[in-house]
């Protein structure tokens, strides 16, 4: 076995809390069940019926133009299937030919560190729920997350739909992301 001195420990421990999930992982820990992937974590929480969904984009964007870009993209990257309005501070998320609202999403805060909005309705959601989807800066990064969402399917049925929807729409924005930021470098 080979040895390894303390100073390697200390760099190893530094490392692991300096990622920028590592926070996210220590307080959902408890509650959730968690899979963290290289640059994202989910997890679910059965007894609770809880979602938390936090990728990290590899460079530190401004939250409101990291907000903005993610919901101009969503439109656009669904061919117009789905309709994204912002009216009195809420983005409302709508599929064609519904009237009603998939979503509600309202604004909470606005910093130049952060944008919270709360999940506040809409038929996707579970009404009068602590759900949020954030947009921050992070030590040299942006982080976007989706924690505590309380869907209003049956919990089996949004775990096989709705969640690995979500999981697969953050990975598209995540490369149009990359490939868009590394082309204007």
Request: aromatic letters at 12%.
């Amino acid at each position: 076995m080979p040895f390894y001195s303390v100073k390697f420990f200390k760099k190893l421990v530094k490392s692991l809390h300096s990622h920028p999930l590592k926070q996210f992982e220590l307080n959902l820990q408890d509650t959730y069940k968690i899979r963290v992937k290289s640059n994202r974590l989910i997890s679910l929480s059965h007894s609770q019926k809880m979602y938390c969904s936090i990728q990290v984009v590899k460079e530190q964007l401004p939250p409101l133009e990291l907000t903005k870009t993610y919901f101009h993209w969503l439109s656009t990257a669904s061919k117009k299937l789905i309709k994204v309005t912002f009216i009195n501070h809420q983005y409302q998320l709508f599929i064609r030919f519904i009237p009603k609202p998939l979503l509600v999403l309202t604004l909470q805060q606005q910093t130049p560190e952060k944008v919270v909005l709360g999940v506040t309705g809409g038929l996707l959601a579970t009404p009068k729920q602590k759900g949020t989807f954030t947009f921050m800066k992070r030590n040299k990064c942006s982080i976007i997350a989706l924690e505590h969402f309380q869907p209003r399917l049956p919990w089996w049925f949004y775990r096989a739909t709705q969640a690995p929807i979500h999981e697969l729409v953050m990975i598209y924005f995540l490369k149009h992301l990359s490939k868009n930021r590394l082309g204007e470098k």
